[in-house]
């Protein structure tokens, strides 16, 4: 099976930038997409960005676009979400997610918390 480890969550300042890395093991055959969505305390579950992987087309959330930069590396199956001028609203849980038809895989969560 798939399994999905992310990694570079964390406390920054308001302004300040994080990247995200997600690392996808095991078969992972002809993926579709990789993308990262987040849920806030108290909120629902969104999407934040995604990058489809024949052609490395993107995808963002109107709140990231200008700030959130997604991309990838083909040879480690990696996906990165390189993450700036953050603002509080940015804080929450970040899962990574691979949707490779018809399923769809998602990692533990990384801890964003952005201070005011």
């Known amino acids: 099976q798939v399994h999905l480890v992310e990694s570079g969550g964390g406390l920054v300042q308001t302004g300040g930038s994080l990247r995200l890395s997600c690392a996808a093991s095991?078969?992972?055959?002809?993926?579709?997409?990789m993308g990262w969505l987040r849920q806030a305390p108290g909120k629902e579950r969104e999407f934040v960005a995604a990058i489809i992987w024949s052609g490395g087309r993107t995808n963002y959330a109107d709140s990231v676009k200008g700030r959130f930069t997604i991309s990838r590396d083909n040879a480690k199956n990696t996906v990165y979400l390189q993450m700036n001028s953050l603002k509080p609203e940015d804080t929450g849980v970040y899962y990574c997610?691979?949707?490779?038809?018809?399923?769809?895989?998602w990692g533990q969560g990384t801890q964003v918390t952005v201070l005011s």
């Open positions: 095991g078969r992972t055959s002809s993926p579709y997409a």
């Open positions: 997610n691979v949707r490779a038809p018809p399923n769809v895989y």
